[in-house]
């Protein structure tokens, strides 16, 4: 049974960098033709599709952050990994790592994913 988990830091500056990586356990990333995505929920709203890597290490970002974010993976460690350059408040959310079949860009339920990481709250304040 696969399982993801994500970890970083809890309170970021604004304009600095978030950085947050997810590990994956039971299954490799590399193989079976999945999508692995990032998402977040701010205070109050929905979820929203951040971006994603494939099974083959392609990479997808939502063009509202595309500017800021940067999907990568560690092969070797089983994780992937989000960079999200200049925060702001706006960025306060619980973050988190999922896997799918199919690339999911708008979130009309959390069913649309086979996996889901428990979520890790970011805030962005000084």
């Known amino acids: 049974q696969v399982q993801l988990q994500e970890s970083g830091p809890g309170l970021v500056k604004p304009s600095q960098t978030l950085s947050l990586t997810c590990t994956v356990s039971g299954d490799s990333i590399t193989t079976n033709s999945y999508f692995y995505s990032w998402i977040r929920q701010p205070p109050g709203k929905g979820l929203e599709w951040m971006g994603a890597?494939?099974?083959?290490?392609?990479?997808y970002s939502a063009p509202s952050l595309k500017t800021r974010t940067s999907i990568s993976r560690d092969t070797s460690k089983n994780q992937f990994t989000l960079q999200l350059t200049s925060v702001t408040p706006e960025d306060t959310a619980v973050y988190y790592c999922a896997r799918s079949r199919v690339l999911i860009v708008k979130i009309t339920t959390r069913t649309d994913f086979d996996s889901w990481g428990q979520g890790t709250q970011v805030t962005v304040s000084s």
């Open positions: 890597i494939t099974s083959s290490g392609s990479t």
